[in-house]
């Protein structure tokens, strides 16, 4: 099993910046993929990005390209994304969630474990 925990969300003017963290528990080794969704009522869980645990390599959604950066740090079992450039469209609740298998990291079904959400708000 493994455990995750996020942090950092709340509430930013547009143009704004977060960060938001991810710690990691459990069996840590099992970890392919740790990404990022987000979802607001009206709208499904949608991929944000993606980062494989042991090489750090990352995935973006096309809404977020470059404006947010996913990274990792293995010694805290922790990953952090960064948002800049936040739009009132980015108002969601983002959660984090690790899968043990290769393949489609953008998948929300493929996912095994998830975090509780943190909500991040964008005023316009």
């Known amino acids: 099993q493994v455990q995750l925990v996020e942090s950092g969300g709340g509430l930013v003017q547009a143009g704004g910046s977060l960060r938001l963290s991810c710690a990691a528990s459990?069996?840590?080794?099992?970890?392919?993929?740790m990404g990022w969704f987000r979802q607001t009522p009206e709208q499904e869980r949608e991929f944000v990005a993606a980062?494989?645990?042991?090489?750090?390599?990352?995935y973006y959604g096309d809404s977020v390209k470059d404006r947010f950066t996913y990274s990792r740090d293995n010694a805290k079992n922790t990953v952090y994304l960064q948002m800049n450039s936040l739009k009132p469209e980015d108002t969601a609740v983002y959660y984090c969630?690790?899968?043990?298998?290769?393949?489609?990291?953008?998948?929300?079904?493929?996912?095994?474990?998830w975090g509780q959400g943190t909500q991040v708000t964008v005023s316009s």
């Open positions: 459990g069996r840590t080794s099992s970890i392919y993929y």
């Open positions: 969630a690790a899968r043990d298998r290769t393949g489609s990291y953008w998948r929300r079904v493929d996912y095994n474990y």
């Open positions: 980062i494989t645990w042991s090489g750090g390599v990352t």
